[in-house]
């Protein structure tokens, strides 16, 4: 099997080589690999003690963070390398100040895994929720250096619990700890025989507790919220955005409404634009915001996480399409959510719904049946929006179980 893995990332490489020329995302993760050894050694010296986290992508990293930043507080005088494998990850973190060296993860083959981790000499190594480099991990455990998974989260169907699953397991056993989210992980890895494995939670909960914390306040949203109710449509997408779009065409002044689209390039907010048969304005382009608009449009990055404050009820986009983005957020302010069908896989959709924090809905009828719902029965309202914001407290906490037990394994950095 351990062939057949390499022969496959061999051929993945050759395929992202091939392909790169004809797709940005392709050119970027081939391009940024390209001496990477040179940018680490830049950054990371001989004698530095480093701790080595990677991240899948971008979301991830958001898991990741507060273990990063948890650590720097703990032990400020060591290094933090931060990886990623998918460009959607590196770009936009590629400057976030509490790594000292960011990089892409060179493609792990038995040659990159050996030089990287010779190269790097990390105290320890934490993986982020489901990320499993068969060179690397190797490589990690013939030389002794402690390997963590955090955030993981395991299903029946993967390749662990297969009869042909016995490489796969071998991975697992060679990690030093696997902190899961749920019980269900627990018992699956248990049950093949996983023994170093703890219930932590999901550091996701942290994340968003500490965005909240720090959001800020955005004046021109407050204004056009007024002294009126607003929905917040986040990470919206064009099934989420039309449904919602004929709710406000034909109630439109239920609220105040408030896009912030998964995609801003100026076509899909000009698509946007044109759904709406009331005043709408974009956010960049109005110094002032006239009374009579309606709708808001978020046409930018980095404003939705503080936005959420001023919204009673979110929206939010995914669920037509992939899989839900981020309800966490919204829900963190108290805020009912709604999203669309395909939510299943998201642990945390699947328990708001079943607290009443959150609905989802597939068609018009349903979303104008759950709007009206909350807007005109206080009582369902408020426990809905309490519901949420308790399901994200009381999760909280699983970065503090994770730092106290990585950094009290090594007497010497517990000491240092």
């Not at 956010?283 to 001023?310: C, H, K, P």
Request: proline letters at 4%; glycine letters at 8%; a positive charge.
């Amino acid at each position: 099997m351990k062939i057949i893995y390499n022969i496959g990332i061999f051929i993945f490489s050759a395929l992202a080589h091939l392909v790169a020329p004809f797709n940005s995302k392709a050119s970027l993760f081939v391009k940024g690999r390209k001496r990477w050894a040179d940018k680490i050694s830049a950054k990371i010296k001989s004698g530095d003690r480093t701790i080595w986290m990677h991240c899948a992508s971008l979301g991830e990293f958001e898991q990741g963070r507060p273990v990063i930043e948890a650590i720097k507080k703990e032990i400020p005088e060591y290094k933090i390398l931060l990886t990623f494998f998918s460009p959607s990850g590196y770009e936009i973190r590629k400057n976030y100040d509490s790594a000292d060296c960011i990089s892409y993860l060179p493609i792990d083959t038995p040659g990159n895994a050996a030089q990287f981790i010779d190269l790097v000499r990390p105290e320890f190594v934490i993986f982020v929720k489901y990320e499993f480099w068969n060179n690397y991990i190797s490589a990690l455990s013939s030389t002794g250096i402690p390997l963590y998974l955090i955030s993981g989260i395991f299903r029946p169907g993967q390749h662990f619990f297969k009869w042909y699953g016995s490489f796969f397991r071998g991975m697992l056993r060679k990690f030093e700890k696997i902190f899961v989210q749920n019980q269900q992980s627990l018992d699956l890895l248990r049950g093949i025989g996983i023994q170093k494995v703890s219930l932590a939670g999901d550091t996701r909960f942290d994340r968003v507790v500490q965005i909240a914390g720090t959001a800020r306040t955005i004046p021109k949203l407050e204004h056009f919220r007024g002294d009126e109710k607003l929905l917040l449509a986040g990470s919206s997408w064009w099934q989420d955005e039309e449904i919602i779009a004929k709710y406000i065409n034909m109630f439109p002044m239920k609220m105040k409404w408030v896009f912030a689209p998964h995609e801003i390039d100026p076509a899909n907010i000009s698509r946007l634009e044109k759904l709406f048969k009331v005043k709408c304005v974009r956010f960049s382009e109005n110094s002032e915001i006239t009374v009579d608009a309606r709708v808001l449009i978020l046409d930018n990055i980095g404003m939705l996480s503080s936005a959420y404050r001023y919204a009673n009820i979110a929206a939010i986009g995914g669920g037509f399409g992939k899989g839900i983005h981020n309800i966490l957020e919204p829900a963190c302010w108290g805020i009912p959510v709604m999203f669309g069908p395909k939510y299943k896989n998201f642990k945390e959709a699947v328990d708001l719904l079943s607290l009443g924090g959150a609905k989802s809905f597939v068609t018009f009828d349903d979303f104008k049946r759950i709007l009206n719902l909350w807007l005109s029965d206080d009582k369902i309202f408020t426990n809905s929006a309490e519901m949420a914001s308790k399901y994200v407290k009381g999760n909280a906490g699983a970065t503090q179980i994770i730092i106290k037990e990585i950094l009290q394994k090594d007497i010497n950095m517990a000491g240092s």
